[in-house]
């Protein structure tokens, strides 16, 4: 399947600074997601992203559709402790088979010390 | 609630005693869809259905069947575990549209010994 690379692959990081994460590929992609799990639970869609340049925002996180379409980065700011977990990106491919299928990073895991 | 229930949440069983992992989602979703998650690795899509009686191959689906007779379950089935296959899996589901996102179980630890 295609790949994803997704980096890096963990952080650790004090509370109150900012988080920047990214996944890039050498092809192009229809959709972007960005997924968070915590430890025993499956992953919980935090953004998704349609277009190509698109900037989008959830609370304190903020996501961009590169203009490329080949890449995508998350941003955290001020980091609190419940951001502790393993962030995913997600893309699908213009010409899947199926418009569900997905391509899944490899995670970046977010340690965040008090 | 809107759910994708999975069961049984943890499993440890012996190389080749067939086993079945249910999913059952109350989302009315038409798309299914299995990944194992393996460390480093992220997660594999195993099969997916678009609709009853519709499946499809992942990229990882050798040793693996799935059926779709309900439009709510989706059960995997391995018939001849190994423990290549220990792993945690999950499912999930999402209805059929412009890239709709897909909404997860919380998975289940298998351990094959």
């Known amino acids: 399947g295609q790949q994803l690379n997704q980096s890096p692959q963990s952080m650790f990081i004090q509370e109150g600074e900012d988080v920047s994460m990214n996944c890039t590929s050498s092809s192009i992609f229809n959709t972007w997601l960005w997924y968070k799990q915590d430890p025993g639970e499956g992953p919980v869609l935090l953004i998704a992203?349609?277009?190509?340049?698109e900037l989008t925002s959830n609370g304190r996180l903020t996501a961009q559709f590169g203009i490329t379409r080949k890449d995508s980065f998350l941003n955290i700011s001020a980091s609190i402790p419940s951001d502790v977990g393993i962030y995913f990106c997600?893309?699908?491919?213009?010409?899947?088979?199926?418009?569900?299928?997905?391509?899944f990073g490899s995670g970046t895991q977010l340690t965040v010390l008090p | 609630e809107a759910q994708v229930t999975q069961n049984p949440r943890y499993l440890i069983t012996v190389t080749g005693k067939k086993l079945t992992v249910t999913c059952s989602q109350n989302m009315n979703h038409e798309y299914m869809s299995w990944y194992r998650q393996d460390p480093g690795l992220g997660l594999r899509q195993i099969y997916y259905s678009m609709n009853v009686e519709v499946t499809d191959k992942g990229d990882v689906p050798e040793g693996y069947k799935v059926s779709r007779k309900e439009k709510r379950n989706f059960p995997l089935i391995l018939e001849s575990p190994s423990p290549n296959q220990t792993s945690l899996y999950f499912c999930?589901?999402?209805?059929?549209?412009?890239?709709?996102?897909?909404?997860f179980g919380d998975g289940t630890r298998l351990s094959i010994l």
């Open positions: 997600a893309g699908q491919l213009p010409s899947s088979g199926s418009a569900r299928q997905l391509t």
């Open positions: 992203l349609y277009k190509a340049g």
């Open positions: 999930a589901s999402s209805s059929y549209g412009v890239a709709q996102p897909q909404h």
